[in-house]
């Protein structure tokens, strides 16, 4: 069976720390990231031809990107230095309920975030990956096609 899908990525800048990681993302820092969405009909395509309007992905998922994750810092809740960056930048630091891994963001973007977003617009994300330089990516798939 074929599957059409509407596609759009948004870049973000958003530092992290990735808690027990064995070398580098130990420490504070940050990528310049690109998030690609990927979303599929509920049931067919609209009356013109469209999954979807792209506005409606850059109104409900971007946004929500620029308004949540741009220019904050992801740290674990489970990080024990979660609390004292909390304390150094209460609105700058989003203390999040998993490690802050591309795989960890990608899940959470597809399975908790995308589908409150999306609502009513009668599709649903198949696929959420993230960029986190343009030589490495995770993408989380999930299992929805149409
Ligand atoms: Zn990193």
Not at 25 to 38: D, E, K, P, Q, V
Not at 75 to 96: A, F, N
Not at 128 to 144: F, H, N
Request: glycine residues 6%; contains cysteine; charged residues 20%.
């Amino acid at each position: 069976m074929n599957h059409l899908i509407a596609e759009r990525y948004h870049d973000i800048s958003c530092g992290h720390r990735v808690y027990q990681h064995e070398s580098k993302c130990a420490h504070l820092h940050g990528h310049n990231y690109r998030i690609h969405f990927s979303v599929a009909p509920d049931v067919g395509l609209d009356a013109i031809g469209r999954v979807l309007d792209f506005s409606v992905i850059k109104f409900q998922l971007c946004m929500w990107l620029e308004d949540n994750w741009d220019h904050k810092f992801l740290v674990w809740e489970m990080d024990p230095w979660s609390t004292i960056l909390k304390t150094l930048d209460e609105r700058g630091v989003v203390i999040t309920p998993f490690n802050p891994t591309a795989e960890n963001m990608a899940q959470h973007l597809a399975e908790v975030v995308g589908p409150d977003l999306l609502a009513g617009f009668n599709c649903h994300l198949t696929a959420v990956r993230i960029e986190e330089t343009r030589k490495c990516s995770a993408s989380y798939l999930t299992g929805r096609t149409l």
